[in-house]
């Protein structure tokens, strides 16, 4: 069992420390790797649980892990930040051009860009706005045609009848 941590190198929670061995550490390192929040259970296809708790508990990764976050704050925020800079400013473009673009065929007949390419660019603009803002890139909705429900279980229809009423179809 690793040796008790009583506090980390604050200089270098990501590096070795003293109550780490060469696997906990590289155990350490796939922890660190996984988006917050963290757990364990996400590790368990390479180690034990039995083995990456105590290491977890005896080598500080909550307080390591959360000290690099903090530290990486800045630098993600930034980066957030351009590239919202980006994607506001190519929207931007976007509407310029469509502007443009509606000049010009009013003008004149003849398109520079397609139909199909002022949508997929307007579309994509539009991802990537979503994107970096945390918004849904996905359309979320679920269609849902003819159901044949005599193919169900009296107790899987009740189980239907109980998920609608929580989702609240009427």
Same mark, same amino acid.
């Given at each position: ?13 990501? /590096? ?5 061995s060469d ?11 996984l988006?917050?929040?963290r757990?364990?259970s996400?590790?368990t296809?390479l180690?034990?649980m039995?083995r ?12 390591r892990?959360f000290?690099i ?14 590239h919202? !800079?980006?994607?506001? !400013?190519?929207a931007e ?9 509606? !000049? ?7 398109k520079?860009?397609s139909?199909k390419e ?13 994107l970096?803002t ?10 849902? /045609?003819?159901?044949?429900?005599t193919?169900?279980?009296v107790d899987e229809l ?6 609608e009423a ?5």
């Amino acid at each position: 069992m690793p040796k008790q941590l009583t506090s980390y190198d604050p200089e270098s929670p990501w /590096g070795m420390q003293p109550c780490d061995s060469d696997e906990s550490f590289a155990a350490f390192e796939h922890y660190l790797g996984l988006d917050p929040p963290r757990g364990l259970s996400k590790l368990t296809h390479l180690w034990p649980m039995d083995r990456l708790v105590p290491w977890r508990e005896h080598c500080g990764w909550v307080e390591r892990a959360f000290a690099i976050d903090r530290e990486r704050q800045p630098a993600i925020s930034e980066r957030d930040d351009r590239h919202l !800079t980006i994607v506001q !400013t190519t929207a931007e473009i976007a509407l310029i051009e469509i502007k443009k673009l509606l !000049t010009m065929v009013e003008r004149n007949p003849e398109k520079i860009l397609s139909v199909k390419e002022m949508a997929r660019l307007v579309r994509e603009s539009i991802q990537l706005e979503r994107l970096v803002t945390g918004g849904s890139t996905e359309n979320v909705a679920v269609a849902v /045609g003819p159901v044949d429900l005599t193919k169900l279980t009296v107790d899987e229809l009740e189980d239907l009848r109980r998920l609608e009423a929580k989702a609240g179809v009427e």
